[in-house]
């Protein structure tokens, strides 16, 4: 018999003691159980629900621990409580029957005194009036923080960035369903067989601007489980994501750098778009992640990469045409597919991430040639990352315009800081374009 709320409570704490994400935890956890697609669907809505909402879940659990603090608990313990708060607070589950199941759950994994512990907290978290309780604290941000399920970092960020209301919008955003694209791989199948494959398997979907790219609009089996996907005819990659290969706009002989690849989305994009000619030289510094994307475009039928565990911000070969620099990020434009991603902020890595992002553009300029093409994009809303990184990148390269096929204009003045080349590059937002929070530029070597 298995138990959701229990195998959920362990992905979550796998999240919670690695940087795994929410899938890779859920694959780690399930990919040895043989389970009705139904059951792992339930499971997949348990992580992603609660882990969505742990700020304001932990705001809950704290009220009714009476005296110990939530970090002090067992890490399993902590996380049956946070799904049985989940159930009851925001899954409509009638509060006795999810007090009842994890009561059960934790009397068997860890015996009566944690199991009467559970039920008292949970028994108490019934009664806790969420709204009440918000709008008793003074803060703001707190306040928001709570009512929206994000970090007060971003809260203070988005709002500087964009004003109340817009931020607001972008956070309600982020608390929505994952969106679906399914992006064709043409080096396997042509777009329309796809299109009708999705519809033979009930999956309903809409164009979008760019031809390969479908959004999926509702489904009876999520289309990553589908055979299609696992012989390489199509790939889920998000719309904005997309985009950039189409800014980067590949030749079919020229020589492509890629200079932080894995897991390879864009790159097989890339070679879709190249017809597999020329080269395209894929670098990353994760030898795992390195060896997955292998495996990944051997099913994808890419045959013009040359694979290299390199720093991206070093390596050096010269004389290429154009170079793709899609560097790590805050990834906070992906909230919304990747929820645990807003509790792991940490003010040192972000300063150190953008160190790594700069050092790549100067080795972008430093290997391409004369008159070369660098895109710089990011999947992260923050104007340091982006803005001010093309601003820092200008001084060697001359900003060229993106046409806004999907997305908007740039920021233009952040904390008095002004970015003139704001008309130049394109952003996309989850409230805006139902899509990650991209920010895309193209430079020129001159
Ligand atoms: C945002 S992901 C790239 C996504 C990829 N372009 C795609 O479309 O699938 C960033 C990648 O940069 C890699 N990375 C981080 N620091 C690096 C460095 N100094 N040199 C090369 N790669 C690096 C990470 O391992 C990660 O795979």
Known sequence: MIYTQEVAAEVLQIIDETLLSEKEALKKRLSEMKLDYKVRASIHAYVFETEKRKNVIDFIISKCLKGKKIEELDPLFRNLLRVGVYEMHFKGVHPALATDSIVRIVKRRFGG??????????????????????????????????????????????????????????????????IVYIRVNELKASVESVRRYLEQNKVEVEETPLPEVFKVLSYERAPASLDWHSEGKFVIQDLASAFVAHVLDPQPDEVILDLASAPGLKASHIAMLMENGGKIIAVDNSEDRLRRMRAKMKELGVRNIEYKLADGTKFYVGDVDRVLVDPPCSSTGSFRNYPCVKWRFDERKYRETIRVQRNMIKNAFRNLKEGGTLVYSTCSITFDENEENVLFASQFFKVEEVEPVIGVRGIRIFRNREFPFWDKVVRTFPHLHDCVGFFISKLKKV
């Open 113 to 178: 005194k944690l199991a009467s512990l559970a039920n008292a907290v949970l028994r108490r978290a019934e009664f806790v009036n969420l709204e009440r309780e918000i709008r008793k604290l003074k803060d703001e941000i707190r306040q928001l923080a709570l009512q929206y399920y994000h970090p007060e970092w971003f809260v203070k960020y988005a709002i500087e960035l964009l004003g109340k209301d817009e931020a607001v919008k972008l956070m309600m955003a982020n608390n929505e369903k994952q």
